[in-house]
């Protein structure tokens, strides 16, 4: 059984630890979840100008304030439950078993109101974020690059897209060499739009037919690849026969 005395002096140190936490809270302004939505809490508006690394950063610090909150909450409720134990006379017994709580655990965790066999603070939890499902690395389960056949823009491509706009690494972070800070990505020198190289300079109508090159940059820079290697296409030399179509039409 408790004393009196040593009742009296619990009950102090947890008023004085509720009027601490609820001090914390008010000057952290309940970590902004009392306002409309997240952005305000960052002096924005909106993602949409961001960069993604900027909002990592932020969704990272948001994520702590949202368990220091619930850490918060969750102390004052203990606080709460050990002030109302006293006030009924069960403070000191555990809430489970009903056994004595050791003084020495009252003195060093006042608020609790559980023995140390039936504390609900001993389980771990090994629920993991959902997204790990899917966000493997690099690109997860949306890289379409290995895949037969498939040009589709996967989370790769948006990636790129987004890192030509500039990311945080520097010529030393990449295996090659870059000419410019815009190829400062992984695989800058990939084709946007279209997989091989002639295929941004050669058209054709919709039959298939008439088949036009159309000089540009593109196909200036294939021109004088071709001749640097002495060949007349990518794959290889054409046969003596080029004149004649290289593949034969169907009978």
């Known amino acids: 059984m408790l004393s009196t005395e040593k009742l009296a002096d619990l009950r102090l140190q947890l008023l004085a630890e509720k009027a601490e936490v609820e001090e914390h809270l008010k000057q952290n302004d309940h970590f902004g979840y009392e306002r409309g939505f997240w952005h305000e809490s960052m002096g924005e508006l909106s993602s949409y100008d961001n960069h993604p690394a900027d909002e990592g950063t932020e969704l990272f610090e948001r994520g702590k304030d949202n368990a220091l909150l619930e850490h918060y909450k969750i102390q004052l409720n203990n606080i709460d439950k050990a002030l109302a134990a006293m006030e009924n006379g069960t403070y000191g017994k555990c809430e489970v078993c009903g056994k004595d709580i050791p003084i020495e655990r009252l003195e060093a965790l006042p608020n609790t109101t559980y023995c140390l066999e039936h504390s609900p603070d001993q389980v771990?939890?090994?629920?993991?974020?959902?997204?790990e499902g899917v966000l493997l690395p690099p690109w997860g389960k949306f890289d379409m690059d290995k895949k037969d056949?498939?040009?589709?823009?996967?989370?790769?491509?948006?990636?790129?897209?987004?890192?030509?706009?500039?990311?945080?690494?520097?010529?030393?972070?990449?295996a090659s060499s870059m000419d410019h800070y815009n190829d400062?990505?992984?695989e800058s020198e990939e084709n946007i739009g279209y997989v091989e190289d002639f295929e941004n300079f050669v058209g054709n109508d919709m039959y298939g037919k008439n088949i036009t090159v159309y000089p540009n940059m593109q196909h200036e820079q294939y021109e004088d690849?071709?001749?640097?290697?002495?060949?007349?296409?990518?794959?290889?030399?054409?046969?003596?026969?080029?004149?004649d179509p290289y593949v034969e039409d169907d009978e």
């Open 124 to 131: 771990t939890s090994h629920i993991r974020p959902i997204e």
């Open 149 to 174: 056949e498939d040009v589709a823009f996967d989370a790769e491509d948006s990636w790129q897209a987004v890192a030509e706009w500039g990311t945080s690494e520097t010529p030393s972070d990449l």
């Open 184 to 186: 400062m990505y992984i």
């Open 225 to 243: 690849a071709l001749d640097e290697e002495g060949t007349m296409t990518s794959f290889g030399d054409l046969p003596a026969f080029e004149h």
